[in-house]
Every structure is written in C-alpha cells, then in structure tokens.
C-alpha cells in the first residue's frame, strides 16, 4: 500500500461542547466517504482554546468526546487522530490527543510534550502552564500504510521529537495545532517543510477554522508537506476538510537520491532519548 489518502478536518470551534463533537463526527464520516484512511481533528476541537476555557471542558480519557470519536473511527473503518482535548486526569489537566484504529479502539494517548508558554512584546502572550501540565512520552502508531509520529503545535519546534520519530521509522508526523496571527504567518509553514526536509517525512498540520470574534484568533491554514519539502496543499482559514494522497514511494525515491538518514556521522554526534 504505497499510497493512501489522508485528511485533515480544518473544523470551526464553537463554544458549545456538543455542537463540536457533532460536526466533527459528520466531517469525518464525509472524509471516509471521499476515501480518506487516516483522518485528523485539529488542536483543541471540542471546546475553546485559553486557559480560562480548559478546567471548564475538560473531561477523562474515556469519557464523552472521545467516546463519540472511538464510535465514529469504527462505523468509518479509519484511524483517527483525535486533535486534542483538555484531559482531567488525577488532579491535572493536559492537552491531550487520542487516536483511534478502525475497530474502535484506543492505540494512542499523547499529551502535549511542550507547553504554549511565550511571550512576544506588543503582540501575544500565552501560558498553558497556569493551568495545563506537561506530557512525556513521545507517541507512534502503527497502520497498514506507515507508522505515524504525534505531535501537538507547540511540539512542532522541537526538533528533536521529530529526528526520533524519524529513527523511530515514522514516514508521517501530524501535529493538530492552533498557531496565531503573530506566530501564524512567520512560522507555521517554515517549521513543517523544516521538520519534513530534516527528516525526509510527510508533515501534517491540522488547524482550527478561523474565528475572528474568538478570544484566542487561530491561523488555519492546515496544510500537508511532503519529504522534499514541497507544501502539497494548504487550507485557507474557513471550515474544511482537505485532502492528500500520502504517496510512500515518493518518500522512498527521496530518502535514495538524497541519503542523509545514512550519512548521519554518529560517531560525531546523536539524538537521545531519555526514556523509551
């Protein structure tokens, strides 16, 4: 299976919980029937995105949003990426993804590795650590296709997630996320063709639909890379579904005409992680 068809579900993001969960449910049911295998929600898709909103929506993993998406992946027979939502567990809270296989079930949890915290004199501030705390376990699945690497927006920086999801054998990264008009515009696009070209990887983004009147103005723009670092197609800022043909040979003749993942002198340097 050297191609298969991934979409990603730019959705807009309501402030009311259950209207969420039901459009996100009928968009993924229209990507399954336009052939689509491996689908994804973008960041925080069931409530909005701040700190004030995420005590308030956040629920258990299992529990009522994702409940409706293990539903959904079986009735469809596709694997899932759920976005994310705010996770209540033990106390805390994380922005956490849930990814689901055809049968319904549950093959991956990743919450959030790096928290939204930055400050951009005049333009935005943001701290997901007043109310969020961090994951740390990197997070891939398995699917007939390729394996798959998670990440969640912030994540996307970090470079070095990325090189281990590649030496990991991950052929696509996705990462739900929800960037700004500030950091929007400058970086968005320039970090997935930098994590696809580094890694000879597909690069998936899947972002909310613009909401100028929200209180957190997202970028959109969701948009698939592939391992030349070629932008394949790119939503504008509406609610959308968009659509790429994930072509694994392409990758392949990429990785032999331009061999890095050899070349790599580990004996001069390397990329570690600190647990499995």
């Known amino acids: 299976m050297a191609t298969f068809r991934l979409a990603l579900i730019q959705l807009h993001v309501s402030s009311i919980k259950s209207d969420n969960i039901t459009r996100a449910c009928s968009l993924i049911r229209e990507a399954a029937k336009q052939g689509a295998k491996v689908v994804s929600l973008p ?4 409530s909005p995105y701040g700190t004030n909103y995420f005590p308030e929506y956040a629920e258990k993993i299992p529990g009522e949003s994702t409940q409706k998406l293990a539903e959904v992946a079986k009735e469809s027979s596709i694997y899932l990426i759920g976005g994310s939502i705010p996770e209540e ?37 943001f701290q997901e650590s007043k109310t969020l ?35 990991r054998g991950c052929q696509l990264l996705v990462y739900p996320g929800a960037f700004n008009l500030t950091t929007g515009p400058a970086h968005w696009e320039l970090l997935q063709r930098a994590r696809a070209v580094d890694n000879q990887v597909y690069v998936a983004t899947a972002s909310p639909a613009r909401d100028d009147k929200a209180s957190y103005v997202v970028w959109g723009h969701s948009t698939v890379v592939d391992p030349w670092g070629q932008v394949l197609t790119k939503a504008g800022t509406e609610e959308m579904i968009l659509y790429s043909d994930i072509d694994l040979k392409k990758l392949a003749e990429v990785r032999q005409q331009i061999p890095i993942l050899k070349q790599k002198r580990a004996d001069l340097y390397a990329v570690e992680t600190k647990k499995p």
Request: some cysteine.
């Open 89 to 125: 567990d033990a106390g805390k809270l994380y922005n956490t993804c849930a990814v689901f296989g055809p049968d319904g079930s549950l093959l991956v949890k990743h919450r959030k590795i790096h928290l939204f915290d930055i400050d951009v004199p005049g333009k935005i501030t």
């Open 133 to 167: 705390s961090p994951g740390d376990n990197l997070s891939t699945f398995d699917t007939p296709y390729c394996r798959v690497g998670l990440g969640i927006c912030y994540d996307m920086r970090f470079a070095e997630l990325a090189q281990i999801y590649a030496q």
């Open 43 to 46: 960041e925080c898709f069931n």
